[in-house]
């Protein structure tokens, strides 16, 4: 993944992680795994810890300790009704800013005639 996407995942990945989070309550490595298989293949498990955190210290998110096979329990997040607020606050905010950008795109891929 390069540096751009990189960037752009910064200020994105919250509101990806709520939309996963919204479908399901997960633990960390699967809401990594479910991000690798909507091909974000590079994101980095510590990223999806860091996210997380910051996110339950934010309120987002509710956590309940379950048992694990292996290891200590493992955290499973699941949207709260903030949370739900947020996510929908991302989307507007996302659909805003996607259609301003395939605009600005169309119009500079197929740029009008100076007669039209």
């Given amino acids: 993944m390069g540096k751009q996407m990189t960037e752009m995942l910064k200020g994105t990945l919250e509101g990806i992680v709520l939309a996963i989070l919204a479908a399901r309550p997960a633990y960390g490595y699967e809401i990594t795994a479910r991000l690798r298989e909507q091909g974000f293949s590079e994101i980095a498990e510590g990223t999806i810890y860091a996210l997380l955190v910051r996110i339950e210290q934010r309120g987002l998110v509710d956590v309940k300790k379950v048992p694990s096979e292996k ?6 997040y699941s949207l709260n009704p903030h949370g739900g607020g947020y996510l929908q606050e991302f989307w507007k905010t996302w659909t805003f ?12 891929e197929h740029p009008q005639s100076e007669g039209e």
């Fill in 71 to 76: 290891g200590p329990p493992r955290k499973v």
């Fill in 97 to 108: 800013l996607a259609e301003r950008i395939d605009q600005l795109h169309q119009h500079i």
